[in-house]
């Protein structure tokens, strides 16, 4: 039998959850709340195409497509980022040099581990926070510190306490309708985040892929555009805007960090596929994009509010929900005398409905009376049918 690494040990727990998710797709008896995944309705198919078609016909961009091309990303995607997407989050300066396209946040994460993470260093997370992020940290071996967090995101005297009790190395934030619980990062926790990470010169991963997706209230400027010493690193993201099969992300950071972060680009893959980048950046040069998100936002307001009169109307007494301002999840916590979740995703045959458990968010066995549920790819009917089969079926077993 062949050894595998420690890291890969570390990481099962949590590999095991995202494998469920996964497994259940493509199963049509099954409703799926568990992946992240944006509306099918809302995948730009036709202009992609049409991009495509235009990028190796008569825009002659076919063998730039085709060659190796820059690790840091194609310029025209870099300035997209830096003069549409950054000035949104309240960054106005941001220089193309630095940033750098990913193939995707995730890459942006495994980018950032790679720097700056060795064995045993302290990652202070959000508790909850996302699966896979906690996946990643664990795969670098990191010891993972939950902050606790309440409607307006972490306590920031918890994350000053838990600081000096461990001398954490680095900080995860999800600032915009935080995956899994929904909430967003207040505009007076940002400033203090930033401001810590200054004080104390630890990294801060600000990680915000879901901003975009905002159905109600203002956008709030970034953790990043209140950094002064370049302490945050932001990872974006075109899965959630756009189309995560594209796998087309960006980070943006100090120009060293950046420097840095090309080295373990060139060291991963050389650079993000050229194809998904062109088709992303041709599609806001194109004009396409803030009609295509406005579009999107409204299709995610009619779900939530399915999603919302659900809840209410099937799910047993005393559970626990806010509907967020904008993002992919519902978090649901369920009374104290409901089955646990992780245990119920064994019965998922018998209800119909596979959903994310809870506990897979947390690094201390929380979260066993919790569950995600994300409506991004189904419609209203869907939405409620299946709300209605999983609170059938939790009151059944109560
Ligand atoms: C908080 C967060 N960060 C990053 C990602 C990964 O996005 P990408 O598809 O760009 O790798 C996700 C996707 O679910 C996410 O929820």
Known sequence: MMKYAE????????ANVTRLAYDATGNAEIINFALGCPADETLPV???GEILADIFGKDKRGLEALKYNNPRGILQLRKIAAEIMLPKRGVMDADPANILITTGGLETLNFVCQLFINKGDVVLIESPTFMQAIQIFKMFEAECIPVECDEHGMIIEDLKAKYEQYHAKMVYVIPSFQNPSGTTTSLERRKAIAEFGSEHDIVILEDDPYVELRQRNENLPSIKSFDKTGNVIFADSFSKCVAPGLRVG????DAETIYRIYDAKTATNSHTSV?????????????????????????YRVKFDA????????????????????????????????????????HVSEFGVNYTPGAGFFVNGKGHNCMRLSFGSMSPEVITQGIKQLGEYIKSKM
């Open 7 to 14: 890291r890969m040990n570390t990481m099962a727990d949590f």
């Open 46 to 48: 036709e202009a992609a």
């Open 250 to 253: 960006y980070v943006y950071a």
């Open 275 to 299: 194809i998904p980048q062109m088709i992303v950046a041709e599609y806001f040069a194109r004009g396409l994009y803030e009609e295509h998100i406005e579009k999107a936002r409204e299709i």
């Open 307 to 346: 999603a919302t009169a659900a809840l209410e109307k099937y799910m047993p007494e005393g559970t626990k929900f806010q509907r967020p301002d904008g993002g992919l999840f519902y978090w649901v916590e369920l009374p104290e005398n409901a089955p646990d979740t992780t245990e119920m995703t064994k």
